[in-house]
């Protein structure tokens, strides 16, 4: 699991399928964000949905897939766009949008502010993974 650019490395390993990984959890991953210039969009994201469909080609391992309504590097439409692009082949990978991140202005903060928000589902997806 990471966030940011470091989730889409995990994403990007993930479709190595390593030894002993079950199961990924992306955290508002993206790269290309400049909230200042362009808020809530990554400056290409059509770039972004192509790596994710190649990422999601032979990836076996289950994924969840976590962005915030108030996310100003990538908004709420692209994450979608990526997540439906990685799971075209029939991957198992959930998507949530959550609520925006509390007392934030940037939902991209997620992982480190959004605790409430999304841990009702990494709990479900651990324990579906058998944890």
Same mark, same amino acid.
């Given at each position: 699991?990471?966030?940011?650019? /470091?989730?889409? !490395?995990?994403?990007?390993?993930? @479709?190595?399928? +390593? +030894? /002993?990984?079950? %199961? ?5 991953? /993206?790269?290309? &964000? ?12 059509? *770039? =972004?949905?192509? !790596?994710?469909?190649?990422? &999601?080609? +032979?990836? $076996?391992?289950?994924?969840? #897939? ?7 590097? #990538? /908004?709420?439409? !692209?994450?979608?766009? #990526?997540? $439906? @692009?990685? !799971? @075209? %082949?029939?991957? *198992? ?5 959550? @609520?925006?991140? +509390?007392?934030?202005?940037? %939902?991209? $903060? ?6 409430? =928000?999304?841990?009702?589902?990494? *709990? *479900?997806?651990? $324990?579906?993974? %058998?944890?």
């Amino acid at each position: 699991m990471g966030n940011s650019v /470091g989730e889409l !490395a995990t994403i990007g390993v993930s @479709a190595l399928n +390593p +030894p /002993g990984a079950v %199961g990924a959890i992306n955290f508002a991953s /993206g790269s290309g &964000g400049a909230p200042n210039v362009t808020p809530k969009r990554s400056c290409q994201p059509e *770039k =972004l949905t192509e !790596a994710y469909r190649e990422f &999601g080609k +032979p990836t $076996q391992i289950p994924s969840l #897939w976590l962005y915030a309504e108030n996310d100003l590097y #990538w /908004g709420t439409d !692209a994450p979608r766009e #990526w997540h $439906q @692009a990685f !799971a @075209a %082949g029939g991957r *198992k990978a959930r998507f949530v949008m959550t @609520a925006a991140v +509390p007392d934030v202005e940037d %939902g991209h $903060q997620l992982l480190l502010r959004g605790d409430r =928000l999304c841990s009702p589902h990494v *709990k *479900k997806f651990v $324990q579906e993974l %058998g944890f």
